[in-house]
């Protein structure tokens, strides 16, 4: 059972939070940019926990790196976590209707924005833990698509409700994952965006395919939900291209519901699909996906990974 949480540490964090925000925006973000570069390193010596669970996911994601390779790239990905948390704090600031263009670059989206569009059907977004993958959410419900996104919300519930402002500003709606079922089903009946994070472990229950080469538990819910209302899927990614708040937006591959006609198992099939096309876009640029993530936390056989989760 878990230990009651405090209201009064609970407070005092979310105030925490509230100042450090309030610091950063007392300068521009280039240089929020190079002070969470430097942040990035700092917990790369201070979490040896977490650095060895980077370490550890990449070394079986990559057998054939040396251990070079390996810890640039997982202290590469330290600093780009980092830099997600100001980004976070600074969407609402550049990310506007007349600013836009600035700083978001979108490719490989025309038949994307042709089911944006036309809406014959309401539409899935899958993404994972890469880049920054809170921007697409944010600037598609700010050119008027806004989405639904499903998520578990945060512990301190002080920060939750921040977070979850800054998240809907444009119009985007976050649907809890608990119990969501229902509304996912109207969402998607009404002709909506609903979108997941699919690289989350899905625990003993859940459908394993591979990703980098070994089993990890996903969920279910997103291929159900696929073919229970005949939508499409689309596999998208928001990349940092520099340290000037510049992301590329990017589709990898929409799934289609002809796509999976007459396949044997649909479920499978399009979990199979969509975590191949995760994969394609992480190794393109592994330094921005969140390595310390527990991604292989349980085993086929439902047993839970000892200790730090590495499998």
Known sequence: MARPRSKLVDYLQYLGLRL???????????RNYRTARWVGEVLWWLLPKYRRIARGHLRRSFPDWSDEQIDRVARRSFRHLVCLGVEVLFTPRLIT???????????????????????DAGLIYVTGHFGNWEIMGYTLAMLGFPTVSVARPLDNPYVNE??????????????????ATAGMDEVLARRGVLAFIADQDAGRKGLYVDFFGR??????????MAIRHNVPIVIAYGKRL???????????RII????????????TWITREFTRAMEKFIRADPGQYMWVHRRWKHRPDGTRVPGDGVA
């Open 20 to 30: 450090f925000e309030m610091f950063l925006h007392m300068f521009d973000v280039q």
């Open 97 to 119: 209707p007349g600013r836009w263009r600035r700083h978001i670059r979108l490719v490989n989206g025309a038949e994307n924005a042709r089911l944006l569009v036309r809406r």
């Open 162 to 179: 921040h977070i979850l402002g800054i998240r809907e500003r444009t119009g985007q709606s976050i649907l809890y994952k608990k119990g």
């Open 215 to 224: 089993p990890a538990s996903t969920y279910k819910a997103i291929a159900l």
């Open 242 to 252: 520099s340290d000037r708040f510049e992301f590329e937006m990017g589709v990898e």
């Open 256 to 267: 289609h519901p002809a796509d999976w006609a007459g396949v044997d198992d649909e479920v």
